[in-house]
Nanobody, 125 residues
Framework: QVQLVESGGGLVQAGGSLRLSCAAS????????MGWFRQAPPGKEREFVA?????????SYTDSVKGRFTISRDNAKNTVYLQMNSLKPEDTAVYYC?????????????????WGQGTQVTVSS
């Protein structure tokens, strides 16, 4: 089973960009579909952001980030990325990456068995 560590969060002004990274341990990273979710405020249900299939050929996004965020992965580096452009204050949240066995990039958090610790993204207006 993989372990996940996110990085790249921070404070940015509205309209700015950030790139989140999620590094996975283990040699089987390419056997997992990967997803990004976010949670704001604490205690609220985690919201789907983006997901990608094992090879990267299939991606999915929530409507509010389409055209602004891009999910990608580098299986040689055991890393999945979330490039976030044109950030808005409503994107402020803790961002989590997650892994699920299989190819389908599910949008449902219950389909993901492994989660990182999260990284805070704050967008100021």
């Amino acid at each position: 089973q993989v372990q996940l560590v996110e990085s790249g969060g921070g404070l940015v002004q509205a309209g700015g960009s950030l790139r989140l990274s999620c590094a996975a341990s283990g040699r089987t990273f390419s056997s997992y579909a990967m997803g990004w979710f976010r949670q704001a405020p604490p205690g609220k249900e985690r919201e789907f952001v983006a997901a990608i299939s094992r090879s990267g050929g299939i991606t999915s996004y929530t409507d509010s980030v389409k055209g602004r965020f891009t999910i990608s992965r580098d299986n040689a580096k055991n890393t999945v990325y979330l490039q976030m452009n044109s950030l808005k204050p409503e994107d402020t949240a803790v961002y989590y990456c997650a892994a699920r066995s299989g190819n389908y990039p599910s949008t449902e958090s219950v389909q993901y068995a492994t989660w990182g610790q999260g990284t805070q993204v704050t967008v100021s207006s």
